[in-house]
């Protein structure tokens, strides 16, 4: 079983930028794939970015060149810059793990983006 701690959503106008935390319970080299999914108002989840434990990385279109997923080794942590946001991007961000026996889930963090 893994526990995902989220941190870092909140309140920014259209253009600025966020970095989302997710620090799981377990080393982050023993989780299969690690990504963050969000639901927006009316919406379904959504996958936005993923990372694998080889270090591959897969975008949804709508975000491809403003957001960044990264691992932080360092912290044990992946983090998910978001830049140019824009107020479509206002949603729950969850951080989700898949070890194989997974996925987990962490309790969701809201960003909201004004215009």
């Known amino acids: 079983q893994v526990q995902l701690v989220e941190s870092g959503g909140g309140l920014v106008q259209a253009g600025g930028s966020l970095r989302l935390s997710c620090a799981p319970s377990?080393?982050?080299?023993?989780?299969?794939?690690m990504g963050w999914y969000r639901q927006g108002p009316g919406k379904q989840r959504e996958l936005v970015a993923s990372i694998t434990r080889g270090g591959s990385t897969n975008y949804a279109d709508s975000v491809k060149g403003r957001f960044t997923i990264a691992r932080d080794i360092a912290k044990n942590a992946v983090h998910l810059q978001m830049n140019s946001l824009k107020p479509e991007d206002t949603a729950v961000y969850y951080c989700a793990a898949d070890t194989g026996a997974g996925p987990y889930w962490g309790q969701g963090t809201q960003v909201t983006v004004s215009s």
């Open positions: 377990k080393s982050i080299f023993s989780i299969n794939t």
